[in-house]
């Protein structure tokens, strides 16, 4: 394991696993560029560490506002070992009900958000030759659920970016690792919009399957998977994936047996397309 002190960059600190991933990050004696849209929403954190912590505003839809706080982040610490893409939002409702704006907002921040963020590092990263990029995504980005398929989408926009990366990067000894959370008490309810229009259609499928999913979203223990991703960037072979929660690892099982069987079952169509 590698202990040297480290240079964090987080996105979305001002709550959730980035609140959480700051607090730990700090308590250990890290330091952190705690970027958020509501920085005053982590002043106190900031005043704790006053000598280890900086936060800066940042919006990741925004090109000019990143390159100012990765600027930042030099200017203060003089380097960035560890970033964490963790802001993102939510829209959850039938992809019918889903307005285009609302779809297009998710891609901003979600994927191009983090995009960009990866973008504006990468030749630091690249001719340092050493870093861990660590991305915030979901068991959604490996599944797809009822109420979940735009969101989803950017998720699994990121996963696919994420692994080509990885491969991109590794001859420069830069690593890179997707988070795939469950249900975890991240303030889940309060921050997940919902389509402008519902459709009556979907009230007994969608609509109920969305609400049970928000109502039962406290499963796991964000600082607990904020020791697991300090954790994971410690490690000198870290995964290209980590499942966090039980029900995050119970499902994605569930996929893997599921999609071996329709494999099976259709190999001999499959194979059949060869010449």
Not at 106 to 116: D, I, K
Not at 151 to 162: D, H, M, N, P, R
């Amino acid at each position: 394991m590698n202990t040297d002190s480290k240079v964090w960059f987080i996105t979305g600190s001002n709550s959730g696993f980035g609140l959480s991933l700051s607090k730990a990050v700090l308590a250990k004696g890290d330091k952190v560029v705690a970027t958020t849209r509501h920085p005053e929403a982590i002043e106190d954190l900031v005043k704790q560490y006053s000598d280890t912590a900086k936060v800066v505003s940042l919006d990741v839809t925004k090109p000019k506002e990143i390159s100012s706080a990765i600027n930042v982040a030099f200017s203060t610490f003089g380097q960035i070992d560890v970033l964490v893409n963790n802001a993102g939002i939510a829209t959850m409702g039938a992809v019918e009900e889903i307005a285009d704006e609302q779809i297009r907002r998710q891609f901003e921040v979600n994927c191009f958000g983090t995009l960009n963020v990866i973008k504006a590092t990468l030749s630091y990263f690249r001719q340092r030759k050493s870093g861990h990029i660590i991305n915030i995504s979901s068991a959604g980005g490996l599944m797809g659920f009822p109420g979940s398929g735009i969101y989803s989408a950017t998720k699994f926009a990121i996963e696919g970016y994420s692994e080509a990366l990885a491969q991109e990067l590794a001859p420069f000894g830069v690593k890179l690792t997707l988070i795939e959370p469950g249900g975890f008490r991240t303030n889940i309810q309060g921050s997940t919009t919902t389509p402008d229009c519902q459709i009556d259609d979907y009230q007994e499928s969608v609509h109920k399957f969305v609400k049970h999913q928000l109502e039962n979203s406290d499963r796991g223990d964000p600082d607990k998977a904020a020791q697991a991703i300090i954790k994971v960037v410690e490690s000198n072979n870290p995964p290209l994936h980590l499942l966090l929660g039980e029900d995050a690892l119970t499902s994605f099982r569930q996929k893997l047996e599921s999609f071996e069987k329709e494999i099976q079952e259709w190999e001999d169509v499959t194979l059949d397309t060869s010449l």
